[in-house]
């Protein structure tokens, strides 16, 4: 079946440093990838997506690229700051029609100053 | 931006009472809501998929008899949840599709049901 895998939290840099969290998929035909982001008290938002292999996602400084050959979506930053600190999801959906999400388990960020 | 509120965020109830959870979108209308739950420190799992004006598609597993889902206008769709037990005590997330874009779905910010 269809399955997100997030690397495990909590992951804690200093600010300005880079930032990768992995994330890989298993999934039939061609899914549309997202990674979406949950600040404390908030509900989650979207942050970036990718639609197509190779095609890359980004957002606030944030970038992630569809690769089909390792089925990985990761997200990188190449300089975090303490805004950052939230928990992100990687998700697929196999249909843009239906809309269902299959969510990773999130990863907690937290950037100290 | 498009936002999705719920309500309460917070709900306490004893075991073999119901609790109804609300999940409106506030600036746009949505034909379609989502609901997910959500163990501490695990993903979101799809419960169901709740459509304006008609019966909710539930997940493999989910009893729909113990997940009431209405979905009775295209800005407000209800959960309830029947004879809740301590096992139930969970966080249960909504989103909602712009019914005009169906682009993206908008997530409201949760509620953390206890079931004692």
């Known amino acids: 079946g269809n399955s997100v895998t997030q690397m495990e939290g909590p992951v804690t840099l200093s600010e300005e440093a880079f930032l990768t969290i992995n994330c890989t998929y298993t999934a039939t035909g061609y899914p549309s990838l997202f990674w979406y982001v949950q600040y404390p008290g908030e509900g989650l938002q979207l942050l970036l997506k990718a639609t197509k292999a190779d095609d890359k996602g980004s957002n606030k400084g944030f970038e992630a690229t569809y690769r089909k050959e390792t089925t990985s979506f990761h997200l990188e930053k190449g300089s975090v700051q303490v805004s950052d600190s939230a928990v992100y999801f990687c998700?697929?959906?196999?249909?843009?029609?239906?809309?269902?999400?299959?969510f990773g388990q999130g990863t907690t960020l937290q950037v100290k100053p | 931006g498009a936002v999705v509120s719920q309500h309460p965020s917070w709900v306490i109830c004893k075991s073999g009472t119901s609790v109804k959870i609300e999940c409106r979108s506030l600036?746009?209308?949505?034909?379609?809501m989502f609901w997910y739950r959500q163990f501490p420190k695990q993903s979101l799992m799809l419960m169901a998929t709740s459509n304006e004006g008609s019966k909710a598609t539930y997940e493999q597993g989910v009893e729909k008899d113990k997940f009431l889902i209405n979905h009775a206008s295209l800005t407000l769709s209800t959960l309830t949840v029947t004879s809740a037990h301590p096992e139930d005590s969970s966080f249960y997330i909504c989103?909602?599709?712009?019914?005009?874009?169906?682009?993206?779905?908008?997530f409201g910010p949760g509620t953390r049901l206890t079931v004692t």
């Open positions: 998700a697929l959906s196999r249909s843009s029609n239906t809309g269902k999400l299959i």
């Open positions: 600036d746009f209308q949505a034909t379609t």
């Open positions: 989103s909602a599709r712009d019914s005009a874009s169906e682009a993206e779905q908008y």
